[in-house]
């Protein structure tokens, strides 16, 4: 599922119910599409680097026992954006990378 420009205010507004990957991504580029070409992929990248770092900080946060629960969400929520921000830019459809690379034929062997 795609969604247009039009429907951001619908799609904002039904947060409440479960979203699929395509969607979030959808709404990333409904939102911000035309700034983040704009950036290009090697800045975004940059951006999307810098949120891993806010990330890494809110996880040692949360390893020493004084985790801010809001703002750990906060971090890998930024970071899923990001994500889908340079899939959006370099023309990658992450949900179905997801289920290529790990449902597939029952996805990679062995274990992480």
């Known amino acids: 599922m ?4 039009g429907r951001l205010t619908e799609a904002v507004e ?21 700034t983040d070409r704009a950036r290009g992929p090697s800045k975004t990248f940059i951006w999307f680097a810098e ?7 809110a996880i040692g946060t949360f390893e020493k026992g004084e985790a ?15 994500m889908c921000t340079l899939a959006n ?12 690379k790990y449902l597939k034929d029952g996805g990679p062997k062995g274990t992480k």
């Not at 795609?2 to 420009?5: F, G, K, S, T, V």
């Not at 801010?68 to 990001?82: K, P, T």
């Open 68 to 82: 801010n629960g809001d703002n750990l969400r906060e971090e890998f929520a930024d970071c899923l954006a990001w």
């Open 51 to 57: 949120e891993f770092g806010e990330l890494a900080h």
């Open 89 to 100: 830019i370099c023309d990658v459809d992450l949900e179905q990378a997801l289920q290529e």
């Open 14 to 34: 039904q947060y409440d119910r479960l979203m699929h990957i395509s969607e979030f991504q959808a709404w990333i580029r409904a939102r911000y599409d035309d």
């Open 2 to 5: 795609h969604l247009r420009a």
